[in-house]
Nanobody, 123 residues
Framework: QVQLVESGGGLVQAGGSLRLSCAAS????????MGWFRQAPGKEREFVAA????????YYADSVKGRFTISRDNAKNTLYLQMSSLKPEDSAVYYC????????????????WGQGTQVTVSP
């Protein structure tokens, strides 16, 4: 079993930056693919970024590519999402996810989820 706890969300003006953290406990996350998803009001949860254990690569949604950076510190068992040049359309609840059974981008493939952290970007 893996427990994930996100933090770092908040209110920021457009153009600003935030860094989200996801602390994992229960099992070492170094052998897992980890991902970030987000869900805005009235919308489905969508893929944001993933750090793949399988091929040691990072992947991003087109909407955040060049602005967001996913990284992990295995010694701290923590996943990060550095978000820059934030836009109002980035406002959402951001979720950390771990251990995909198939793809890195499909919500249904991840086994473990955090409770989410709210990010609000004002115009």
């Amino acid at each position: 079993q893996v427990q994930l706890v996100e933090s770092g969300g908040g209110l920021v003006q457009a153009g600003g930056s935030l860094r989200l953290s996801c602390a994992a406990s229960g099992r070492t996350m170094s052998i897992y693919t980890m991902g970030w998803f987000r869900q805005a009001p009235g919308k489905e949860r969508e893929f944001v970024a993933a750090d793949s254990w399988n091929d040691r690569r990072t992947y991003y949604a087109d909407s955040v590519k060049g602005r967001f950076t996913i990284s992990r510190d295995n010694a701290k068992n923590t996943l990060y999402l550095q978000m820059s040049s934030l836009k109002p359309e980035d406002s959402a609840v951001y979720y950390c996810a771990a251990f995909t059974t198939d793809t890195y981008y499909a919500e249904k493939d991840y086994r473990y989820w955090g409770q989410g952290t709210q990010v609000t970007v004002s115009p």
